[in-house]
């Protein structure tokens, strides 16, 4: 089983550049989420989805768009690219219904914005 | 609303020596608690996790947890520990039908030889 599958893995851009993270599950996931982590700050929500066409934002949204038309795929747009957006950044599905279910998480994307 | 306090941010301890990672939460109604970890440059990995069942869980690489309500704690314990158990460790709450997840700062562990 492929799970989340997070690409690229590492990424240089610009500031002002545009780009999108890409996010794929094959577990038919409903909920899926997107999180960045910085030192010292452990991970926090940016982005989420609990089904196709349905987002919305977490607790640091500015500077980033997504879009769910998919059960599958779950992309991060940064439209304009800022050093601060330099970080590692995750993404999460899991199952719906219980507060138990287990989440899981791709491998990380590595974004350095120069 | 909730929260997750990791209290020690870094813990170094000596291979064969246990290791004691401390997490307090606070959550209006019963929550669902984990704790996930991260090798350098890697994803996040489950530990284990608590969904309202046995109060003590136990996880994989001999890792176990116990969940305390009276003291709102889910500490993580292993009685000795690996050079390869070195790595950042993360408390994570979870609430009724809300998606969201709340971490906590993270702990990283040293283990020296």
């Known amino acids: 089983n492929a799970g989340v599958t997070q690409t690229p893995k590492f990424q240089v851009l610009k500031t002002g550049q545009s780009m999108t993270l890409q996010c794929a599950q094959d577990m038919n996931h409903e909920y899926m989420s997107w999180y960045r982590q910085d030192p010292g700050m452990g991970l926090r929500l940016i982005h989420y989805?609990?089904?196709?066409?349905?987002?919305d934002q977490g607790e640091v949204p500015n500077g980033y768009n997504v879009s769910r038309s998919t059960t599958e795929d779950f992309p991060l747009r940064l439209l304009s690219a800022a050093p601060s957006q330099t970080s590692v950044y995750f993404c999460?599905?899991?199952?719906?219904?219980?507060?138990?279910?287990?989440?899981?998480f791709g491998e990380g994307s590595w974004l350095t914005v120069v | 609303a909730q929260s997750v306090t990791q209290l020690d941010s870094h813990v170094s301890v000596s291979e064969g020596t246990p290791v004691l990672l401390r997490c307090n939460y606070s959550s209006s109604y019963s929550p669902s608690l984990f704790w996930y970890v991260q090798h350098p440059n890697k994803g996040l990995q489950l530990l284990l996790k608590y969904t309202s069942a046995a109060t003590l869980v136990k996880g994989i690489n001999g890792f176990e947890a116990e969940f305390k309500k009276s003291e709102t704690s889910f500490h993580l314990t292993k009685p000795s520990a690996h050079m390869s158990d070195a790595a950042e460790y993360f408390c994570?709450?979870?609430?009724?039908?809300?998606?969201?997840?709340?971490f906590g700062k993270g702990t990283l562990l040293t283990v020296n030889p």
């Open positions: 994570v709450v979870s609430r009724g039908s809300n998606y969201k997840l709340t």
């Open positions: 999460a599905s899991r199952p719906p219904g219980r507060s138990g279910n287990t989440i899981y």
């Open positions: 989805s609990v089904g196709a066409g349905i987002t």
